[in-house]
């Protein structure tokens, strides 16, 4: 049930549903003082949500400080979370736009930071097919030459609370002893620590895949709506909610 609800707030998580909903309230309201106001709200909320400004200052503020990593040490495993991966109409995997993840853990590995690399990700589809994300990930893993005896894989999760559930018992099944360094996209590093060390994982975080909230601004960034601030929210909001909800869960 838990799984079912997280899926429907996240469609209502998408600020363009917003401003289009205040856009039709505008639209079909029969008082022309109630019209101005609904169309001046959709209108000033399209301006906010688009500034690149604002969402570079909240993603700066929500980014999760990245740990000291031990460079004369050699980690156990690196822990890589799924979700840079998805499913064409035939089933087939291809890299997505958070792909980075998988870069940074083949580069832990091919630079001998660490022993081994966990793969964790099913599919957190509604409805989900066929296509498993880690099952996917190892045959990619092969291509790069890591051989199968330094790979894990889990492939049922669904979301971030069994990435953490499942990767503890294999990680304990295989007596892999902490700590991990912990690699998933920058936007959801803060969330997947809590709920890694509320599992008992010593996690190590090494974020990846930086959207926003690292960059230079320029002058036309103030000005200038963004389409990429605006889909960008969605990614970050999701992750606010979600964190407070699996706080208190």
Same mark, same amino acid.
């Given at each position: 049930?838990? @799984?079912? %609800? !997280?899926?429907?707030? =996240? $469609?209502?998580?998408?600020?363009? /549903? *917003?401003?289009?909903?205040?856009?039709?309230?505008?639209?079909?309201?029969?008082?022309?003082?109630?019209?101005?106001?609904?169309?001046?709200?959709?209108?000033?909320?399209? @301006?906010? %949500? !688009?500034?690149?400004? =604002? $969402?570079?200052?909240?993603?700066? /503020? *929500?980014?999760?400080?990245?740990?000291?990593?031990?460079?004369?040490?050699?980690?156990?495993?690196?822990?890589?979370?799924?979700?840079?991966?998805?499913?064409?109409?035939?089933?087939?995997?291809?890299?997505?736009?958070?792909?980075?993840?998988?870069?940074?853990?083949?580069?832990?590995?091919?630079?001998?930071?660490?022993?081994?690399?966990?793969?964790?990700?099913?599919?957190?589809?509604?409805?989900?097919?066929?296509?498993?994300?880690?099952?996917?990930?190892?045959?990619?893993?092969?291509?790069?030459?890591?051989?199968?005896?330094?790979?894990?894989?889990?492939?049922?999760?669904?979301?971030?609370?069994?990435?953490?559930?499942?990767?503890?018992?294999?990680?304990?099944?295989?007596?892999?002893?902490?700590?991990?360094?912990?690699?998933?996209?920058?936007?959801?590093?803060?969330?997947?620590?809590?709920?890694?060390?509320?599992?008992?994982?010593?996690?190590?975080?090494?974020?990846?895949?930086?959207?926003?909230?690292?960059?230079?601004?320029?002058?036309?960034?103030?000005?200038?709506?963004?389409?990429?601030?605006?889909?960008?929210?969605?990614?970050?909001?999701?992750?606010?909610?979600?964190?407070?909800?699996?706080?208190?869960?």
């Amino acid at each position: 049930m838990y @799984f079912i %609800l !997280s899926k429907i707030l =996240i $469609f209502l998580l998408y600020p363009l /549903l *917003w401003v289009f909903t205040l856009l039709l309230i505008a639209v079909f309201t029969k008082r022309p003082k109630r019209r101005k106001i609904f169309l001046a709200a959709a209108v000033i909320l399209l @301006f906010l %949500l !688009s500034n690149t400004v =604002i $969402f570079s200052w909240f993603a700066a /503020l *929500w980014s999760y400080k990245p740990d000291v990593v031990n460079t004369k040490q050699t980690y156990s495993c690196v822990i890589v979370l799924g979700g840079f991966s998805s499913a064409d109409k035939n089933g087939n995997g291809y890299f997505n736009e958070s792909a980075d993840r998988f870069i940074q853990g083949v580069k832990l590995m091919e630079t001998g930071k660490v022993k081994r690399i966990l793969i964790t990700g099913g599919n957190g589809n509604l409805v989900p097919g066929k296509y498993r994300e880690a099952e996917w990930v190892k045959t990619q893993l092969k291509d790069f030459n890591i051989p199968d005896s330094s790979t894990l894989i889990e492939s049922n999760s669904r979301n971030t609370i069994e990435n953490a559930d499942f990767s503890k018992k294999i990680l304990q099944a295989n007596h892999i002893q902490p700590p991990y360094l912990l690699v998933t996209s920058d936007f959801h590093m803060r969330r997947s620590m809590m709920i890694f060390k509320k599992h008992g994982l010593n996690v190590i975080a090494y974020p990846s895949n930086y959207i926003a909230g690292h960059s230079d601004l320029s002058l036309a960034n103030f000005i200038m709506p963004d389409a990429d601030a605006l889909d960008g929210w969605s990614f970050y909001l999701k992750e606010v909610v979600g964190y407070v909800v699996d706080y208190w869960k």
